[in-house]
């Protein structure tokens, strides 16, 4: 059932009607130049209030961690603590502005200082540069460092790098980006790194590996230092897709395993909001053999001062000024107010609450690489004949939940990746076992039930690829 969309605020425009009353001018009017003037431009003519519930409206539309469980596979839908915001919000730091220099920013650039300091040691890495502005630009910065590194050394001949197939999509389009060459390597029957498959592929032609650990799968990389060995060994260089550092913060350093280059996701692991795609951080943290590559300018403390500094072989710059300061000054927040403690604390309940909410759903669902999961588990949403994934992530929008990431990762078919987070109540995930239940049930007594889905929200089934590919985003009268 779809429902009628709400009325466009143009179709509540009446002529004449106005929201602000300006008052007399009383200086003289100057005119306006003809090729100013327009008459192709009809705007709406409204009221305040109406403008106002208007937008009051289309925001209730929204689906955010605030109202509902958004239980999004491996993009750590956790909760923005609002102290982050506030913190962000103080005058200091909003009204800074991005010329206002080093000298009179002296507190901002401390604050950058300090956060890569701590990053640095969170992931076990020499140095981290803040500038990327999302996990898949700080993967493409990563990429680089590794492709100028080989040049560097005149090795032109490394051009491959290795990605396992469970990766994330980005993974192979940052390789391709960067001019390297991405060659797949199958998973093995436990979900890792197939590592007969890996020995095959090694050579003088490798420029590096990219792997993600705990995987797309929800599973950690028992063979990491092996793989770390194997690579190095074979003169290439090991990237980390730190999108899952979740699981792991404060357990396992990265670094110390033997990853050379690294993105953490600040707007996952680090609670600062997604956004409506953006803006977020993607900082990128390298080891001694890559830090003098890393994108600048990096903060340095000279004595007292607070400087910035572009690393000697830098790739240059990959986003203005800092980067998103404003995302900067929220995980700051986040990371003070945990603690070393707390922020191990907050994976040990990350894998806690994705396994307590495993062993509820696997009692009707699939869950291919069964084992004891990491920050997220993947099952598959074929329960019943003629039922797919997607009927399931439909339904359980009407049960008022944001669907999982479906159908990735590749190798699982029918795909349902489910990431609670730990900021997720016992009760909450409780309640979605309970409906995945029902869910399940449905899907063998009425399929219909699921194939009409949704049905309570202001649009039905969409043409999802149409709506990727052909977006109306203007109203046209
Ligand atoms: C989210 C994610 C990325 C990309 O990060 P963005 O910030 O969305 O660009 C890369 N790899 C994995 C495994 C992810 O989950």
Known sequence: ????????????????????????????????????ERDSLPLPELDELTTVRHFTRLSQKNFSIDT???????????????????????????NLHPYAGESMSQGALELVFRLQEILAEIGGFKAVSLQPAAGAHGELAGVFMIRKYHLERGDTRRVKILIPDSAHGTNPASCTMAGLEAVTIPSNAEGGVDLEALKAALGPELAGIMITNPNTLGLFERN????????????????????????????????????DVMHFNLHKTFSTPHGGGGPGVGMVAANATLAEFLPGPLVVKKGDVFAL????????????????????????????????????????????????????????????????????????????????TLDVA?????????????????????????????????ETLDAFAAVLDRIADEARDNPALLHDAPTTTPIGRLDEVAAARCPVLCYRA
Do not use: Q
């Open 309 to 388: 500094e572009t690393p000697p072989k830098s790739i240059g710059r990959m986003k203005a000024f800092y980067g998103n300061f404003a995302v900067l000054v929220r995980a700051y927040a986040y990371v003070r107010m945990l603690g070393a403690e707390g922020l191990r604390r907050l994976a040990e309940n990350a894998v806690l609450n994705a396994n307590y909410l495993k062993v509820l759903v696997e009692k009707r669902w699939k869950v291919k690489y069964g084992r004891r999961c990491m920050h997220e588990f993947v099952a598959s949403g074929d329960i019943a004949e003629g039922v797919h």
């Open 224 to 259: 990491i230092e092996e793989i770390c060995r194997l690579v190095h060994e074979s003169g290439g260089l090991v990237y980390g897709d730190g999108a899952n550092m979740n699981a792991v913060t404060g357990v396992f350093r990265p670094g110390d395993a033997g990853i």
């Open 68 to 94: 509902n469980f958004y239980p999004l596979g491996s993009c750590t839908m956790k909760y923005n603590p609002k102290a982050n915001e506030a913190a962000a919000a103080h005058p200091s730091w909003r």
């Open 1 to 36: 059932m779809n429902l009628t969309p709400e009325p466009l605020v143009y179709g509540l425009s009446s002529p004449g009607r106005v929201g602000v009353v300006l008052p007399e001018s009383d200086v003289p009017v100057a005119p306006v130049p003809a090729w100013l």
């Open 394 to 426: 439909k339904r359980l929008i009407d049960y008022g939940f944001h669907p999982p990431t479906i159908y990735f990762p590749l190798i699982v078919p029918e795909a349902v990746m489910i990431e609670p987070t730990e900021t997720e109540s016992k």
